[in-house]
């Protein structure tokens, strides 16, 4: 078989999510995540709400899916923002029962999801330094990490299409990486947040 540029454009998308999927599944073990300490779960209330964030959840899953498809399919810059919002949503009522069931990353979670208030002039540089890679954020244990990211992947996902509104093939390919790899993050979540 030949090599083309066509073949690399059908491989490496593939490949970049392997690569991603393994990075993010390997920040925490199985002992780490049955390790973490959660508040327990004790009235209807808590349960009927952790309930919702599970259909919340799968819900994101399913309106990530249909973004990375979106995108690829050429979708315009409204459509995709408008994807983008849903899932920066959909993740909020989830960070929420995150930061109820994982108390010590309340004030990690609280300042990831106060970056919607910057998302219209915060560069992506900036973006990437203070919110993907914690620079402005509090120190927190591992398990706080999977949660934020629900939030600030599609929060990039605005910040890109802000910047290049024509989403040139670069820019559509960032859009799918991000969250292609915020998909591998959901499962961490699930155990974390609604187990």
Known sequence: MRFTWKLCLIVFPSFL?????????STMTNEELMGVEKTIVDSDEVR?????????????EIEAKKLVRMTKSGADEQAINTQASKLLDLSEVVIDSARFR????????????????????????????DYHHDGALPEAPAECYHAK???????????????????????????????????????????????
Not at 17 to 25: D, G, K, L, R
Not at 159 to 177: C, F, G, H, M, W
């Open 102 to 129: 994982l108390p010590q990353c309340d004030e990690y979670l609280a300042k990831s999801t106060a970056l919607r208030g910057s998302l219209s002039d915060i560069s992506h540089e900036t973006l990437e330094k």
């Open 48 to 60: 009927q709400q952790l309930q919702k964030s599970a259909v919340l959840l799968a819900n994101y």
């Open 17 to 25: 999510f392997i690569i991603q999927f393994v990075t993010a599944s």
């Open 149 to 195: 990211d629900l939030f600030v992947h599609p929060a990039t996902v605005l910040v890109l299409t802000r910047d290049d509104p024509k989403l040139a093939s670069e820019t559509r390919n960032s859009i799918t990486a991000e969250i292609t790899e915020v998909l591998a993050h959901t499962e961490f979540v699930r155990q974390l947040v609604l187990y």
